[in-house]
């Protein structure tokens, strides 16, 4: 099967930076639609960017400007470059891959990400 394992989380001032990693391994042929998602206490999860396996990328309002995902297909990783953090930042961090041989898309486990102010 396929696991999605995240790294980089952490506790961070506002302002500051930080770098979440997802790598899938497993048996994978191919990786299409990689995205990010975070849940707060309390919230649904939501959506916060996503990239296709060309490279294009779309991203939520709400951090638009500041983070930036990008992929590595030889690693079957992506990754989220948060800049300008902001308390309301502040959540788990999941990754999601489509992976199309399977006819379903794979989770990895989260990362907190805790943002102080």
């Given at each position: 099967?396929?696991?999605?394992?995240?790294?980089?989380?952490?506790?961070?001032?506002?302002?500051?930076?930080?770098?979440l990693s997802c790598a899938a391994s497993g048996t994978i042929f191919r990786i299409n639609t990689m995205a990010w998602y975070r849940q707060a206490p309390g919230m649904q999860r939501e959506?916060?960017?996503?990239?296709?396996r060309g490279g294009s990328t779309n991203y939520s309002d709400s951090v638009k400007g500041r983070f930036t995902i990008s992929?590595?297909?030889?690693?079957?990783t992506v990754y989220l470059q948060?800049?300008?953090?902001?308390?309301?930042?502040?959540a788990?961090?999941?990754?999601?891959?489509?992976?199309?041989?399977?006819?379903g898309t794979f989770w990895g486990q989260g990362t907190q990400v805790s943002v102080s102010s």
């Amino acid at each position: 099967q396929v696991q999605l394992v995240e790294s980089g989380g952490g506790l961070v001032q506002a302002g500051g930076s930080l770098r979440l990693s997802c790598a899938a391994s497993g048996t994978i042929f191919r990786i299409n639609t990689m995205a990010w998602y975070r849940q707060a206490p309390g919230m649904q999860r939501e959506l916060v960017a996503t990239i296709t396996r060309g490279g294009s990328t779309n991203y939520s309002d709400s951090v638009k400007g500041r983070f930036t995902i990008s992929r590595d297909n030889a690693k079957n990783t992506v990754y989220l470059q948060m800049n300008s953090l902001k308390p309301e930042d502040t959540a788990v961090y999941y990754c999601n891959a489509d992976l199309p041989f399977y006819s379903g898309t794979f989770w990895g486990q989260g990362t907190q990400v805790s943002v102080s102010s």
